[in-house]
């Protein structure tokens, strides 16, 4: 098939999944499908692997699934598609990225980026809330969307690009005009998830540069050192966290999500009720998954209407059991992040951070295009392939 049209078609599925103003619209998400479903059926013809067809089966199994149980379609739609993203990753971009440099589409997804981030940053010194907003689906989503404004999923898209942002910023191979567009990505995602009034955010990006400068040292005392000095700095923080929460409630305006959501941390630590809030509906999903995964440890619930609905990897153990729900955990977050922690720092960073996100989060169906296209080009660009 045409290199050409390869690319035309990564350059969009890319766009589709990190443009807010393309997240509405059949004809979008039809054109996003035609391009992945066309090139894997292409694939197809040329043969398929045990791990492939192993990718197909776990689709096929949530779908049936979902017909058994009774479950809408639409509650599959997110792991549907991050199989499909893990299928076109191994099928197609892995074929086409071992023949040709691609790496020119890692800056494409940050100029994106840039431009998204600046839209929603904007508009964030509006309504300050508006991500928040956005996150529950109101009636005023559309209308945000078509401004440019990232919500839920598009925070944690740029999230999950944020890695290979840090890592093209520092990389000397790289031409002036890719790192200034990768610090450029860097910079405003790391303000964004500050302004985002998403709490997960905020502490994902601030830990992640430093992360990162831990992965990127080479030489293993060293590493074994600062990751000694992280753990005791840890435990000081984790025995002092109380004061820390105090003073921290103290530098914001104590009225705005971030402010709750520090006083819920700070009311469960000493033994206070949180029964009303935000985080307290947290903890008893979290539980409710819990609940299910010893319940029904090997059958899952099988449906998705008995899960917490808050953490991507607890409820898949939940729905599908320990066995199916960790294959597909793995297919989905671990696989395209493997890698060896003492070389590629930027799929290191990525990796503790997906599971954080995945484990008190639900991981985007937009983030299986960074995950699969991303960080697979970033293989073949390291050579690492």
Request: glycine letters at 6%; charged letters at 15%; proline letters at 2%.
């Amino acid at each position: 098939m045409s290199r050409k049209l390869f690319k035309l078609a990564l350059m969009y599925i890319l766009a589709w999944c990190i443009s807010p103003p393309l997240s509405y619209g059949t004809l979008y998400r039809l054109l996003a499908l035609l391009f992945v479903g066309g090139f894997i059926l292409y694939e197809c013809m040329r043969g398929v692997s045990k791990k492939q067809a192993a990718i197909v089966g776990l689709m096929a199994y949530v779908i049936v699934i979902a017909f058994v149980s009774g479950d809408s379609l639409s509650y599959v739609t997110t792991p549907v598609i991050l199989l499909a993203f893990a299928l076109f990753g191994d099928m197609v971009v892995d074929r086409y990225a071992a023949e040709d440099d691609l790496s020119w589409l890692i800056t494409f997804a940050f100029a994106l980026f840039i431009v998204w981030n600046i839209c929603t940053l904007i508009n964030l010194q509006i309504s300050p809330n508006i991500m928040r907003v956005l996150a529950k689906n109101s009636d005023v989503s559309f209308d945000y969307a078509m401004r440019g404004v990232g919500g839920y999923g598009y925070m944690y898209t740029c999230l999950a690009a944020l890695p290979l942002g840090l890592a093209h910023t520092f990389d000397r191979q790289k031409g002036l005009i890719s790192r200034l567009t990768a610090l450029a990505f860097s910079v405003t995602t790391f303000i964004l998830a500050l302004e985002s009034q998403y709490l997960m955010a905020a502490l994902v990006a601030i830990l992640m540069p430093i992360l990162f400068g831990i992965f990127s040292i080479r030489n293993i005392k060293v590493k074994a050192v600062l990751i000694m000095v992280a753990l005791v700095g840890f435990t000081l923080l984790y025995l002092n966290i109380e004061k820390l929460l105090t003073w921290l409630i103290g530098l914001t305006d104590q009225t705005g999500a971030i402010a709750r959501k520090l006083q819920d941390l700070l009311d469960l630590i000493r033994g206070e009720s949180v029964e009303d809030s935000d985080f307290a509906t947290r903890i008893e999903r979290y539980a409710n998954s819990l609940n299910m995964i010893v319940k029904y440890p090997v059958t899952g619930t099988l449906t998705y209407m008995r899960v917490g609905k808050h953490s991507t990897i607890l409820d898949l153990l939940a729905q599908y059991g320990l066995i199916f729900g960790m294959l597909i955990a793995k297919v989905q977050l671990v696989d395209p992040l493997r890698t060896h922690l003492g070389e590629a720092s930027a799929k290191a960073v990525a990796f503790v951070a997906i599971l954080l996100i995945g484990t008190f989060n639900v991981i985007p169906f937009a983030m299986g295009a960074i995950l699969f296209i991303l960080y697979r080009i970033y293989d073949f660009e390291r050579g690492w392939e």
